[in-house]
């Protein structure tokens, strides 16, 4: 039985992580960024995140009360028109990571972070749960110089907390450049709920973060 399991188990890791496009799929690259945004951006400002699968860190955005639309993405990297492929496979220098369009009235940049360190592990280097390599890492992206001290301010904040008993190894980087990630990524959660990944991995982290920010969901998220 041993013996059968370690034979298996690099396709049960493969089943169970957020890398396996089909070959139509694939071969799609992405876009410029705000190709898919909502309608109308009057009066929404945008965090941009960076905390493992970008399946599941783009359900938990859309979810809040204030947040108009999250777009899933690739960010920190420097080669034009990354592609879902090379990114996972690790052939590029960008992470996975998600847009979020919100509205600065309803719901604060502040909260944006918390919800964001609060739903991944910011202590492991290169790694969320099954999904391994830099693509993966953790990062606070900031446009302004304020945003980039309220994501210190954070950090530093669960360090004298003892909240973590490792190092916080989240990178706090200056967004360039944003690219949208292939449509069928989009709301990938909702979209494909008997996906291997969604079902063993996404659905469980969802249904906890719904019930610890359930006073924050928008009312067709409440139960």
Known sequence: MAILFYTLLPLILLLNSCTSPSAD???????ESDSITPA???????ATFAGGCFWCTEAYFERLKGVEAVVSGYAGGTLPNPTYVAVSAGRTDYAEAVQVYYHPDSISFETLVEVFFATHDPTTLNR???DVGEQYRSVAFYRTPQEKEIIGDHIQQLTTSGKYKNKIVTYVQLLEKFWVAEEYHQDYYRRNPSDPYVVSVAKPKVQKFEAIYKDRLKAEYMK
């Open 25 to 31: 799929q694939a071969v799609t690259g992405a876009t």
């Open 40 to 46: 109308d951006t009057t009066g929404l400002a945008k």
């Open 128 to 130: 969320q749960g099954p």
